[in-house]
């Protein structure tokens, strides 16, 4: 998964595989890592419980 964020606030991603037609990125995005993504949209990432 790719990750972007808007200068003004905005968030989206996008699949590493976008297939034969590719995606274009909209001006104003940049792409961001994983945990900053995250961390501007507000996603709490909870770790797999552990299996017993």
């Known amino acids: 998964m790719r990750y ?3 200068s003004n606030g905005g968030w989206m991603t ?4 976008t ?4 995606i274009t990125i909209p001006e104003g995005y940049r792409e961001v890592t994983e945990k900053e993504y995250n961390e501007a949209s507000g996603t709490i990432v909870l770790p797999h419980p552990e299996e017993v």
């Open 4 to 6: 972007f964020l808007h």
């Open 14 to 17: 996008v699949p590493e595989d």
């Open 19 to 22: 297939g034969p037609f590719g």
